[in-house]
């Protein structure tokens, strides 16, 4: 059956004690169930609002750390938080108990996010980024829950010593450091190429992955998860129509460019001072985005600003050198760094989130952040005509997804951004 608001059953909502020797079945205490991804967090996070005749605080009872498995029947198939993917109950909120019932919420996150606030990366760290990304994953988080497909070859090393700091602080401290393969220092005065990485987990697990790699995906269509998958916006939604799964609900859009916080974080050109204590020379590097930029979601060919603004240094920037900070013999020796990575980093960060779109969807499991998807949208006039609108139309990076779980219906909420505009 395809309706405009998926179906699903709950297989399974099952809550284990702290000792591992009681286990309660909570899949007729649902009320609701609430699954979260971002890009910008380092793990998902569950809300459940339960409503049970016992007492699950007490009788259970739920004193944090509980582990907890959640599987659900949907459309697009099994939605399964289990095993190495079941989460943990970190809160309970809104207790609220009657003579007959007791409604409570409990939120949940994976493993690693306990575990982040228990261990510490101590040592000193060489080598390629993703290898680094790896070990700390492996050896400081204790977990296999990654693809290594999904952790990113950088074509910069980095030295640094971990200074005692979370597992996640670190792992996206390194984000804005990291260089996508085959991106090159500098020429001249001028920095070149593109940065910065973005460490989050989906269902697949945890990412290490460039924004050049998320925005330059895929083909088009409607198919399988390695699909960019199409959404369409259409007043009316027929009835019994395979196509309704991939009908836009409702959307708003909830910024577009804001020209003056783009010139105060210099998104368009700065400039960065490079200090070098050691050899006590200034280096200045000039960087322009428009130069360097390759890979849009959208299709125009340029950045979408006067070449007035792109032409002009909006932000000076200040780099010191760290040479000799963990060298082992040679005070020369650096970390590894790019002379311009703020630039080029906080450059394509923030043209990435230059446009944001929310929309809401038939629930679709498959959907996961990071994921680049292709909505269509009709062009607003008082004629009938059906026309698509060729500029807000396009591919979209997911940032955020919610997927809702209740009453017998499920829909996936998202939060989209785009870096330019048309369709590529």
């Known amino acids: 059956m395809s309706v405009s608001v998926n179906l699903y059953s709950p297989k399974y909502f099952l809550i284990e004690s702290l000792d591992g020797e009681t286990t309660i079945d909570l899949t007729n205490s649902i009320i609701n169930v609430d699954y979260f991804e971002d890009i910008l967090s380092p793990c998902i996070t569950v809300v459940a609002n339960l409503m049970n005749s016992n007492s699950l605080l007490n009788s259970l009872p739920i004193r944090g750390g509980e582990r907890v498995a959640i599987g659900f029947e949907t459309l ?36 690693e996010a ?14 390629n980024i993703k290898s680094t990304v790896e070990d700390i994953l492996k050896d400081t988080l204790k977990t296999e829950k990654y693809k290594s497909s999904n952790i990113e070859q950088t074509s910069n090393s980095y030295s640094f010593i971990g200074n005692f700091k979370k597992p996640f602080h670190i792992l996206t401290w390194l984000g804005p450091k990291a260089m996508p393969a085959g991106v090159g220092g500098a020429s001249g005065s ?43 916006y259409t007043q009316a939604i ?21 020209l003056m916080k783009a010139l105060r974080v210099g998104m368009y050109a700065n400039r960065t001072y490079f200090l070098d204590f050691y050899n006590h020379t200034l280096q200045q590097y000039d960087y322009k985005l428009k130069n360097e ?11 979408p600003v006067s070449d007035s603004f792109s032409e002009s240094i909006s ?6 050198s760290d040479s000799g900070v963990s060298a082992n013999d040679d005070v020369k020796e650096e970390s590894g760094r790019d002379v311009a990575d ?16 929310n929309m809401v969807v038939p ?17 607003i006039n008082r004629s009938q005509n059906k026309e698509s609108d060729e500029q807000q139309s396009g591919h979209y990076l997911i940032k955020e997804l919610r997927h809702h779980f209740e009453g017998g219906n499920c829909i996936t909420s998202l939060r989209l951004l785009r870096d330019s505009y048309g369709i590529s």
């Open 190 to 232: 001028n920095a070149k190429g593109v940065g910065g990485f973005l460490f989050y987990e989906n269902i697949e697990g945890f990412n290490f992955r460039s924004i050049e790699n998320l925005v330059s995906s895929a083909t088009l269509g409607s198919g399988d998860s390695k699909t960019i998958q199409k959404y369409t």
């Open 363 to 379: 629930c679709n499991i498959k959907l996961k952040v990071g994921d680049v998807v292709f909505a269509e949208f009709p062009r």
């Open 76 to 111: 697009f198939g099994d939605f399964d938080l289990d095993e190495e993917k079941s989460l943990y109950v970190v809160k309970v909120s809104g207790i609220s108990p009657d003579s007959v019932s007791e409604f409570i919420t409990l939120h949940m996150v994976s493993a």
């Open 238 to 258: 027929e009835d019994a129509k395979v196509s309704n799964e991939f009908k836009i609900l409702n959307y708003s859009f909830e910024k577009n460019i804001d």
């Open 315 to 320: 932000r000076i920037m200040l780099r010191v």
């Open 114 to 127: 306990l575990t982040n606030e228990t261990n510490r990366c101590e040592k000193r760290y060489t080598g």
């Open 293 to 303: 930029i390759n890979n849009k979601l959208g299709g125009d060919s340029s950045i």
């Open 342 to 357: 703020m630039a080029k980093s906080y450059s394509r960060y923030n043209i990435l989130f230059s446009q944001a779109l």
